[in-house]
């Protein structure tokens, strides 16, 4: 149980393009899913955090017109890159929290990796 | 505001060889969790143990074990035996502020590598 999936696990797009990125739980509802950012050999930085049915909230330093959350249901959260540039380029990893589990346990999803040209 | 410091970027160990992972925290809280997961080159974030703040027995599962102690805000991970699919990047993580709030922040990892 308790599986992440996330699609695409990888991507190269042009400069100027937009990528979405889809993050979903397989086996539960995520009231809470959370978008990490990892560039090579760093760690990862939560991006934002968004809850079904609201607004995200977006870590201090995330564009929030740049990098758009929807969570549009108990199962699906997306990421949408817009007007992708090389600095764009890392590894997006999603999270999950289970509405009805541990508040303190997140399941994570096996990353997107992007490549911006 | 919580801070993980993982001190050691890099660990480089031969096969058979004890190694420990070092990690220290600080957060004001009372309540709060630690975890470990394992970053193989593949990416995928692999969940190893989770420690609550009320309970600093120490862990052993197999060849992994877990020193946390409370009086040096430290959660320490040692590998016993090392193998070589043991190499990857090992990050340490604090939860505080438990509830629906709660966000996790990582430590900076540090890369194990271990040869023949």
């Known amino acids: 149980g308790a599986v992440v999936s996330q699609h695409p696990s990888w991507v190269i797009c042009k400069s100027g393009t937009s990528v979405k990125i889809e993050c979903r739980s397989l086996d539960f509802q995520a009231t809470t899913m959370f978008w990490y950012r990892q560039f090579p050999k760093q760690s990862l930085m939560l991006m934002a955090t968004s809850n079904e049915g609201s607004k995200a909230t977006y870590e201090q330093g995330v564009e929030k017109d740049k990098f758009l959350i929807n969570h549009a249901s108990l199962t699906l959260s997306t990421l949408t890159v817009t007007s992708a540039h090389p600095e764009d380029s890392s590894f997006y990893i999603c999270?999950?929290?289970?509405?009805?589990?541990?508040?303190?346990?997140?399941?994570f999803g096996p990353g997107t990796r992007l490549t911006v040209l | 505001a919580q801070k993980v410091t993982q001190a050691q970027t890099e660990i480089s160990v031969v096969e058979k060889e004890d190694v420990t992972l070092d990690c220290v925290y600080e957060?004001?809280?009372?309540?709060?969790?630690l975890f470990w997961y394992k970053q193989p080159p593949s990416g995928e974030l692999v969940f190893l143990i989770r420690?609550?703040?009320?309970?600093?027995q120490n862990e052993i599962s197999g060849r992994y074990s877990w020193n946390f102690q409370k009086s040096t805000s430290s959660f320490n991970f040692t590998i016993t035996a090392s193998q070589v699919v043991d190499s990857a990047v090992y990050f340490c993580a604090l939860i505080d502020n438990t509830g629906t709030a709660s966000k996790l922040t990582f430590g900076t990892g540090t890369r194990l590598q271990v040869t023949l």
């Open positions: 957060t004001r809280d009372t309540t709060y969790y």
């Open positions: 999270s999950a929290r289970d509405g009805q589990g541990d508040y303190n346990e997140q399941f």
């Open positions: 420690r609550n703040s009320f309970d600093e």
